[in-house]
């Protein structure tokens, strides 16, 4: 076998999977379906599923993976409903960073989303996009996110004071948006560990003096010896 005959195979599989995906694309039969919920510790959980309409009884449809690195707060898993095939990614106690590392993840459907989540201060902000310029008309995409406190602003569907609710179309380029206010909480943190310390010094004074009070010399002074 020559050298070059292992990689112009590979080249071959790989042509052959992107133009089977491309025809599933253009056909419209993708399903895709994003639910993330964030809590006041700023650690973010949720799923994501990625699927296209059953063929034979060997269908599996598209697979999505995760990075090594988050394989013990993130699992895939297959899932199927209502006709539909794929896979579903499970994700919990991420932090922002992780986050945007798991909606990265790669899988077999072309088109692309980057979600980031970036705190200043007491203000979070959500911000994204969807390219989904290579992806046929009929598909159905869905992103909702539910934060720890009231949206303030948004470019998606409120469906609650704190949750929104984002639906791309095919064939476009979306962007999505959202602020929030909820305080930090290594600040919070902070705060506690700023409290207990003066409690503790507080109360350590306390016992100081009250040793000190019964400690002292009780014993009568000369000049207070009645004759």
């Not at 070059?4 to 419209?28: D, E, I, Q, Y």
């Not at 799923?47 to 707060?73: C, E």
């Not at 794929?86 to 692309?112: C, K, Y």
């Given at each position: 076998m020559s050298q070059t005959a292992l990689p112009r195979r590979a080249r071959t599989a790989v042509a052959t999977l992107l133009?089977?995906?491309?025809?599933?694309?253009?056909?419209?039969?993708?399903?895709?379906?994003?639910?993330?919920?964030i809590n006041s510790d700023d650690r973010v959980s949720g799923r994501m599923i990625v699927a296209q309409r059953g063929g034979d009884d060997d269908t599996v449809g598209p697979q999505l993976r995760i990075q090594d690195s988050l394989r013990t707060r993130a699992r895939v898993q297959p899932w199927t409903d209502e006709g539909f095939v794929g896979s579903e990614l499970i994700f919990s106690d991420l932090s922002f960073a992780d986050f945007r590392q798991l909606a990265l993840t790669s899988s077999d459907v072309p088109g692309s989303f980057d979600v980031r989540l970036t705190r200043n201060g007491s203000d979070v902000t959500l911000t994204g996009r969807a390219d989904l310029r290579n992806i046929g008309d009929g598909a159905q995409i869905r992103i909702s996110v539910t934060f720890p406190s009231s949206v303030e602003s948004t470019n998606g569907d409120q469906t609650s004071n704190r949750s929104v609710t984002?639906?791309?179309s095919a064939g476009q380029l979306s962007t999505f948006r959202a602020e929030t206010?909820?305080?930090d909480p290594?600040?919070?943190s902070f705060a506690g560990w700023a409290g207990f310390v003066?409690?503790?010094?507080?109360?350590?004074?306390?016992?100081?003096?009250?040793?000190?009070?019964?400690s002292r010399?009780?014993?009568p002074k000369p000049g207070d010896l009645v004759h």
């Amino acid at each position: 076998m020559s050298q070059t005959a292992l990689p112009r195979r590979a080249r071959t599989a790989v042509a052959t999977l992107l133009l089977a995906t491309l025809a599933l694309l253009l056909s419209g039969c993708l399903r895709t379906e994003v639910d993330v919920s964030i809590n006041s510790d700023d650690r973010v959980s949720g799923r994501m599923i990625v699927a296209q309409r059953g063929g034979d009884d060997d269908t599996v449809g598209p697979q999505l993976r995760i990075q090594d690195s988050l394989r013990t707060r993130a699992r895939v898993q297959p899932w199927t409903d209502e006709g539909f095939v794929g896979s579903e990614l499970i994700f919990s106690d991420l932090s922002f960073a992780d986050f945007r590392q798991l909606a990265l993840t790669s899988s077999d459907v072309p088109g692309s989303f980057d979600v980031r989540l970036t705190r200043n201060g007491s203000d979070v902000t959500l911000t994204g996009r969807a390219d989904l310029r290579n992806i046929g008309d009929g598909a159905q995409i869905r992103i909702s996110v539910t934060f720890p406190s009231s949206v303030e602003s948004t470019n998606g569907d409120q469906t609650s004071n704190r949750s929104v609710t984002w639906t791309p179309s095919a064939g476009q380029l979306s962007t999505f948006r959202a602020e929030t206010r909820y305080t930090d909480p290594n600040t919070r943190s902070f705060a506690g560990w700023a409290g207990f310390v003066i409690g503790a010094s507080v109360a350590a004074a306390v016992v100081v003096g009250a040793l000190s009070w019964f400690s002292r010399n009780r014993s009568p002074k000369p000049g207070d010896l009645v004759h």
